[in-house]
């Protein structure tokens, strides 16, 4: 999982949407130089998602808390199929 200062481009404490935008697009590019497959890039959640309190900015406990929530996402086992 990235760094919150990986996302902080202006290093000031707040991730705002252009520098979270920015950032992912960064590491997505980063990856895939470096032969990751970038699979399920449809789930990545939005800037909005991560911003729980909805100022504007994504602060570190924000960041944190998303990305826990990833990955037990990510570890969750699946859920059986629905019966007809």
Do not use: C, W
Request: charged letters at 25%; a negative charge.
């Amino acid at each position: 999982m990235p760094a919150f200062s990986d996302f902080d481009l202006d290093g000031n404490g707040a991730i705002t949407e252009p520098e979270f935008y920015q950032a992912r697009a960064k590491r997505i590019s980063e990856r895939s130089q470096q032969g990751y497959q970038m699979r399920n890039l449809g789930n990545a959640p939005a800037f909005g998602a991560v911003d729980r309190d909805g100022n504007g900015q994504i602060d570190p406990a924000e960041l944190t808390a998303a990305q826990a929530e990833h990955r037990r996402q990510m570890f969750a086992p699946a859920s059986p199929p629905a019966a007809p």
